[in-house]
């Protein structure tokens, strides 16, 4: 009978890291890539590395590091003005609004 395997391939490692930890928060993750990338129409980035670090006991720790890089959508472009006093406004100094145009000619008439 043959002794039990403990060696590790890449898949065995994934899957058994953390109890499956890993693997749910890759999915996660994607699930949470696909969104914005449903929502913006635009690519995205999964990464997936692993620091090795041989501890005082001879021991490897790895400590996983999982990102992902969202599509970001574009909020559009906002059109302001700088008032006199140099502070941005939605209203253009320059134009005058038509109440006080209304106003100005009813003082012209009277």
Sequence with gaps: MAAPRN????????????R????DEGNQKLNELMEAIGQTGAGGKLSLTFDFKVN???QIEI?????????ARALGTGIYF???D???TRRD??????????????SMDA
Excluded: H, Y
């Excluded at 060696?7 to 953390?18: A, C, H, Y």
């Excluded at 400590?63 to 599509?71: E, Q």
């Design 63 to 71: 400590t996983p590091n999982l990102t992902i890089k969202k599509p």
């Design 93 to 106: 100094p320059r134009q005058m609004d038509i109440e006080d145009e209304i106003e100005r000619r009813r």
């Design 7 to 18: 060696e590790l391939n890449f898949p065995e490692f994934i899957q058994s890291f953390r």
């Design 56 to 58: 005082k006991a001879g």
């Design 82 to 84: 700088v008032s006199d």
């Design 20 to 23: 499956g930890e890993l693997l």
């Design 86 to 88: 140099n502070r941005l």
